[in-house]
């Protein structure tokens, strides 16, 4: 499972050999599980190509434009790519940029190595890692494009999770389970993180799992295991001085207006849930957290509640069903793009 970078051979496509570059990163995980805190730590050790955004390509441009090994739907994203922040962040000309993608991009996983190869270079930089959590469900179409794609899942006990993604309202219930939008975050977290183990079982030397609250409390012992899996000495110290990102702000849901934490991120659910509402999680998701290594706060207590039982059967294939219907069907041409952020304004 910690075995390091394995290289693929020269793509067909003209581009350099996987070889000349150094294994790609991809950092996934559910949603508030810290996956933009380990995105910015490697950012931080100097190894990586800086690029502070997610390059939405499997999750967004694909479903939107369809199959980029066709010429016909690179060409009809590229003016819609050029005016995105993702593009004005890469710091890339773009004659340039825009003449490798029409000519060398012969699948989607082509179109995010040619970008971030470009920075990489733009920058002096021999290697990139991309962090985009919904690449999690993407990871056997991004290990087979790239095969030399390395992928860390950021892994956070899911009544964190549900807490912060519920106070975010990140995600929709039913109408008639609005008062329970907790549970539905559960249910996420649950569906996404078995998801991504599924999947990181397929490729097990290439697929290693984190913990959050590892990371946070004893990081040069953890950094130890994901340099020694990426091929790449993870310094704790180089990385407090430079401090990217997250590491110099947090994101956490629970700031102050100062932008400082108001609480502790790790088993923060303790103090901002209820007996019940602790005990309704657990009882969805009990199984998993304790195959991850959580224990439970009421390991003999179970609700009764039918309703409660009903959403545990219902909700995961309703996310199968809506994953399906944007990667597999003509209705992904209606998925947003407004996490292409347009309008905003590249920091200087």
Known sequence: ????????????SGLKSLSEYKAPVFVVGSARSGTTLLYHTLLSSG????????????????????DLSKLKNRS?????WFQSYQYRLSGLDRNSIENKILTECHSNGDFLRIV?????LHQGVERWAVSDPDNLLHIPAIACDIRNALFLHMIRDGRDVALSMNREGWIRPFPWDRKRSLLVAALHWKWKVERGRRFGRQIMHRYLEIHFEDLVSRPTSTLGDIGRFIGHDLDYEQIQRASIG????PNSTFRG?????????VGRWKTHLTKSDIVQ???????????????LEFPAAHTRDVSVKLMKTLYPPFFDFKEWLKAKTPLGRLVST???????????
Do not use: C
Not at 116 to 120: F, Y
Not at 281 to 295: M, N
Not at 338 to 348: A, G, I, M, S, W
């Open 281 to 295: 999680i657990e009882s969805v998701i009990g199984p998993l957290l304790e195959d991850l290594g959580y224990p």
């Open 76 to 80: 009809r994203l590229l003016p819609v």
């Open 47 to 66: 190894a990586f190509a800086v690029y502070l955004t997610g390059p939405v390509v499997f999750d967004l441009l694909v479903p939107r434009f369809g």
């Open 116 to 120: 971030m190869n470009e920075i990489a």
């Open 338 to 348: 407004k996490r292409l952020r347009f309008n905003d304004e590249v920091p200087k």
């Open 1 to 12: 499972m910690k075995q390091g970078p394995q290289s693929g051979s020269a793509s067909s």
């Open 246 to 249: 997250t590491l110099r702000k």
């Open 257 to 265: 207006a100062d932008g400082t934490l108001t609480s502790s991120p």
